[in-house]
């Protein structure tokens, strides 16, 4: 498994590094954003077929970056509904993934990460 791509984790490390307690932090795979020891973002890199959860959740064999983050109930649904480039993993109550690529809307992914900080610290 590869790292994500730099570009990606500093776009979404300076998001996260703008919300009240958020630690960066090396996970399991990828880097993902913590508030109160609560993951709210955590970004991936998808490539050949690794991480096979990922890869079966999101639909590919990579390359592929993708986002997850925690989503209100009435959000994941909607997000779920709309589909590509949004799907709905199965490892966490309120998780949503998104693929990031040239046509991802970073005015939505900061509304979407910011949103998860508030779930995740709880108000």
Request: proline fraction near 8%.
């Amino acid at each position: 498994m590869g790292a994500p791509p730099s570009d990606v984790v500093a776009r979404v490390g300076a998001i996260c590094a703008s919300l009240d307690h958020a630690v960066e932090h090396d996970a399991w795979t990828g880097v993902s954003w913590r508030v109160g020891g609560v993951t709210f973002a955590h970004v991936v890199e998808i490539a050949g077929g690794k991480p096979p959860i990922y890869s079966r959740v999101f639909e590919t064999q990579g390359p592929a970056t993708v986002l997850t983050f925690q989503a209100d109930e009435e959000d994941r649904l909607a997000l779920g509904q709309h589909g590509p480039p949004f799907h709905l993993p199965p490892w966490r109550p309120g998780i949503v993934g998104v693929v990031i690529d040239d046509e991802t809307d970073w005015d939505e992914i900061v509304e979407l990460v910011t949103d998860s900080h508030r779930i995740c610290r709880g108000g």
